[in-house]
């Protein structure tokens, strides 16, 4: 006779059926979020050109690695780790003796992907993981007992992780919190700091963070609707853009809605995360984070992130402390572009150490 006593046997539970042919919402796409079980799955995603939900395509990955120039031996730093792709590619020639330290201000991602380099067999002895954001480089480097590095990268603004995931508020697709924050534990998030900003403040930061035409009608509109209730939703605020929009400009193009609701998010985003205050404050301890002769690539996939590594290199060139910069931009080649389109906007600038 059985064991009174025993555990009783888990009933199986059938996965949650849903909708359609293929899962939409992020949370039910379980191959894609499960790569290792379903591999020949995530290929055909891939093969689509798309991004598989949970993860992100390294851009550029032979453009950098040739400015990059690593040898076995060297020391680096990847200080936007994300998901991991530009990591593996560069670990994989720091060796043998080399090291690579990992940087990510995210805390929901940096432990994941430490966690996949480590299952690769990336070990302490070769790759160290430091949660920061890439503006305190100098002070993990001091903390490690560094004085410079071989070779430094960062790939800027957001990854696919943080854009699919509805529960990060990155995206206007899903009725999600509005948040927007790359370190979701640092205040305010985007919903507290719309509370709190004036409609200049908000029109300044609509311009200079995203080039976007209507900035004051946006600014002053959605100050007033947000004075009468908070804007706390993405999908809130998509639609109360859409419908200024058509209240205030009725001859618009309609269709070209949401490439203005995608700026207003783009702004909102780099304000809330001092995006181009941490940018400005990296740039100007970069050169003393490199040994001579030290080679640095940054990708940006905005022009006003891009104008200040322009600035700053080129400007370095004529002071002496860089040797030597590239004069044209470096872009993702056509084939990239049509199997990741999230290249197409990437643009990657190098400079060497005098």
């Known amino acids: 006779m059985p064991d009174s006593e025993s555990t009783p046997p888990v009933p199986h539970r059938r996965r949650p059926r849903y909708a359609g042919k293929n899962p939409r919402r992020f949370e039910d796409k379980y191959k894609e979020l499960n790569p290792d079980r379903y591999a020949a799955d995530v290929a055909k995603v891939l ?150 900003v004036s409609a200049a403040a908000l029109a300044t930061a609509l311009t200079e963070n995203s080039d976007e035409p209507h900035a004051e009608l946006l600014a002053r509109e959605l100050s007033a609707r947000r004075d009468k209730a908070p804007l706390t939703r993405t999908l809130q605020l998509a639609e109360s853009i859409r419908a200024i929009l058509q209240q205030h400009q009725p001859r618009h193009d309609s269709s070209l809605d949401d490439d203005c609701v995608r700026r207003v998010f783009q702004a909102i985003r780099i304000a809330v995360n001092d995006e181009f205050g941490a940018l400005d404050m990296f740039l100007r301890h970069l050169p003393a984070c490199l040994k001579p002769g030290g080679r640095v690539a940054i990708l940006t996939f905005h022009s006003g992130e891009d104008r200040r590594v322009k600035h700053a290199f080129r400007e370095g060139v004529r002071e002496g402390i860089y040797a030597a910069t590239n004069d044209e931009i470096i872009r993702a080649g056509p084939d990239e572009r049509r199997a990741n389109p999230r290249s197409s906007s990437a643009k990657l600038r190098w400079a060497v150490r005098a």
Do not use: Y
């Not at 040898?71 to 936007?80: F, N």
């Not at 966690?115 to 070769?126: C, D, F, I, S």
């Not at 993990?140 to 943080?162: H, K, N, R, T, Y």
């Open 47 to 196: 093969a689509a050109g798309k991004t598989p939900a949970g993860s992100h395509r390294p851009i550029m990955v032979a453009e950098i690695l040739t400015v990059l120039a690593l040898q076995p031996g060297e020391l680096a730093v990847d200080c936007t780790l994300g998901f991991g792709g530009h990591a593996r590619e560069l670990l994989a020639r720091l060796a043998p003796g080399g090291r690579l330290i990992g940087l990510d201000v995210d805390p929901v991602e940096h432990p994941k992907t430490t966690g996949r380099l480590r299952a690769a067999g990336w070990g302490e002895e070769v790759f160290t993981a430091v949660r920061s954001n890439f503006a305190g480089l100098p002070k993990v480097l001091g903390e490690l007992g560094l004085a410079g590095v071989d070779a430094i990268l960062a790939d800027l603004g957001v990854s696919s992780m943080q854009l699919d995931d509805p529960a990060r508020g990155f995206t206007f697709k899903t009725d999600s919190p509005l948040d927007l924050r790359l370190n979701p534990s640092r205040a305010p998030s985007a919903a507290e700091w719309l509370t709190r």
